[in-house]
């Protein structure tokens, strides 16, 4: 059993991989709310993570006023196809916030640009100076974000060796497919926590679900890591 003190971590390590635990994700109330979203799990993930030691990577939508995937302007797609969302996620605003007891005491997220520092916030993450870093995306997968790629890399070299990376947020269909997709491609050990997402349709979520557990990556529930 693991210890009281960090680190708490299993062999190979484990990290929680949150996705998009927004409001207006999340919350009945939200621009594009993902009906079932499984809130209090969501909450029980993040306390379980502080409590063992187990680092949080996770993503969040983050879009300005006049994002091109929103109906409400004429901001051009830059591959063709405009998907008129209604106006979500937009940084600032009350629904871009991760849902309440999912942000854990020490954080840090890091800006959708090309390049920036990430030395200090992997060795933190690493050693548990703080719990958790999430990657402002603008489109479905967190590795949208310039920085993941190398973020993901490093901090499996700090952890000491190749982590599995446990998968649950919203939707099952979008943005976790993107998430958990990405991280297989890339040789990482990825599980799936099944009753810890949502998603938009049933067949998608079918789909979905088919093609992660195609590309290796393993369902499994919350209870095989929280009992």
């Keep these: 059993m693991a210890s009281s003190k960090w680190p708490r971590q299993s062999s190979p390590p484990r990290v929680f991989v949150d996705v998009d635990v927004q409001r ?18 969501f909450r029980r993930l993040t306390e379980h993570a502080v409590a063992h030691g187990i680092p949080i990577v996770g993503s969040v939508d983050s879009h300005a006023w ?5 109906a ?10 405009k998907p ?29 640009v090309e390049r920036a520092p990430i030395d200090a916030a992997v060795r933190e993450l690493a050693t548990g ?3 958790a870093v999430y990657f402002e995306k603008e489109v479905y997968s967190l590795f949208a974000n310039p920085l993941a790629e190398a973020f993901l890399r ?10 599995e990376l446990v998968v649950y947020g919203v939707a099952t269909d979008y943005c976790v497919r993107a998430a958990a997709l990405g991280l297989a491609q890339r040789g990482y050990s990825t599980a799936l926590l099944t009753d810890a997402v949502a998603g938009i349709t049933e067949a998608g979520v ?3 679900l088919a093609e992660m557990q195609a590309a290796g990556v393993t369902l499994t529930t919350s209870s095989a890591l929280l009992f």
């Design 66 to 70: 006049d994002a091109w995937e929103f």
């Design 84 to 112: 008129g969302f209604p106006d979500h996620c937009v940084k600032g605003t009350p629904g871009w916030l991760k849902v309440e007891g999912t942000l854990p005491p020490r954080f840090r997220f890091l800006p959708n």
């Design 72 to 81: 409400s302007n004429d901001t051009p797609a830059p591959e063709g196809g």
């Design 24 to 41: 207006d994700f999340c919350e009945e109330t939200g621009a594009l709310y993902v009906k079932g979203s499984p809130n209090a799990l």
């Design 206 to 208: 079918a789909a979905a």
């Design 154 to 163: 490093e901090l499996a070299a700090a952890l000491g060796g190749a982590p």
């Design 129 to 131: 100076k703080s719990h």
